[in-house]
């Protein structure tokens, strides 16, 4: 459902701020651990029952291959 998709951006999200160049950045520091308290929060409730919490696992794991292969993508010309 919708959910597991705002898991897959809280993925991708997480992905793409574990990157290298983006480690430094205090910005970066404050997305990443304001995703990563949601994430969690999101995670603990899923456990309570009528929700899919393989559904949630899988989207963030997709998300964050997806996001991470996406950024290879668009940054191929500069791995070269």
Not at 43 to 53: D, E, I, M, N
């Amino acid at each position: 459902g919708a959910s597991g998709g705002v898991f897959g951006l809280m993925g991708a999200t997480i992905a793409l701020c574990r990157l290298p160049q983006h480690r430094c950045k205090p910005a970066h520091k404050v997305i990443l651990v304001v995703t990563l308290v949601l994430m969690f929060i999101n995670l603990f409730l899923s456990l309570a029952g009528g929700v899919s919490f393989s559904g949630h696992v899988s989207g963030l794991l997709a998300g964050a291959v997806v996001g991470y292969l996406l950024y290879l993508y668009e940054h191929r010309e500069k791995m070269y």
